[in-house]
């Protein structure tokens, strides 16, 4: 468990934590509070670091399982998606109607997202994914594997009438992108605390739990 104390007074500090919880960039919060911009950023940078931590031994996830992955980054004219230069690839995997996990791999080569899977996916769960060939050994893994065929329009359907698709791992991507849009871009090496940070608002609700959790992992 990480706890940290701050030299700010605690009324300071939670005003910083209700702005963080409701997804006010450190600038503007600085700007509200009346403090120094970089005061702000580093409480911020603070916060990101614990969530990182404190999330990083959760459970892992059974029953239904949506992997995916996808490229973060600024626009830049060209290829993009996969081989696309200049973006970063993170790699997800979500349970369907509970949460999700990111990571920021190397690279997507099966020697490395295999054990990630492999930790984060319990035995016998049923994991659906795109066409990407890593993925073509999990039946082997000892999961059930499903493919989703991005190719065709048509929706699929299992024997049991049920839809084949990894909706709530892309609608993920697009939460956590549109949140990143507002810093006008992250910097690299502090890339996975931002990432995290989409995680954690995902996974733990709407801004007054948001709120809560950081109250219960902060010391004021």
């Not at 700010?8 to 509070?33: S, V």
């Not at 295999?114 to 990407?132: F, M, N």
């Not at 989409?198 to 948001?210: D, K, S, T």
Request: hydrophobic share 35%; charged share 30%.
């Amino acid at each position: 468990m990480i706890r940290r104390r701050s030299k700010l007074p605690p009324r300071t500090q939670l005003r910083l934590l209700e702005h963080f919880a409701a997804g006010t960039t450190a600038r503007t919060a600085a700007d509200l509070i009346g403090v120094n911009k970089d005061t702000a950023m580093l409480f911020y940078h603070k916060l990101r670091e614990t969530i990182t931590v404190r999330i990083a031994d959760e459970s892992p996830f059974g029953g239904e399982v949506e992997i995916d992955e996808s490229y973060f980054g600024g626009y830049r004219k060209g290829k993009r998606g996969r081989g696309a230069a200049g973006k970063t690839v993170v790699f997800g995997i979500l349970k369907r109607g509970g949460k999700v996990y990111t990571a920021v791999p190397a690279d997507l080569k099966r020697a490395t997202l295999l054990p990630i899977i492999r930790q984060k996916v319990e035995p016998d769960s049923l994991v659906i994914t795109d066409g990407l060939n890593v993925y073509d050994t999990l039946d082997a893994e000892g999961f059930a594997h499903e493919r989703v065929r991005h190719e065709t329009t048509l929706v699929e359907y299992r024997a049991n009438g049920r839809a084949a698709h990894i909706n709530g791992i892309e609608n993920f991507w697009s939460q956590a992108k549109r949140h990143l849009r507002k810093y006008n871009g992250v910097p690299k090496g502090h890339f996975e605390l931002f990432l995290k940070e989409c995680e954690w608002r995902f996974n733990y609700g709407p801004p007054r739990e948001l709120l809560r959790t950081l109250h219960r992992w902060t010391v004021i």
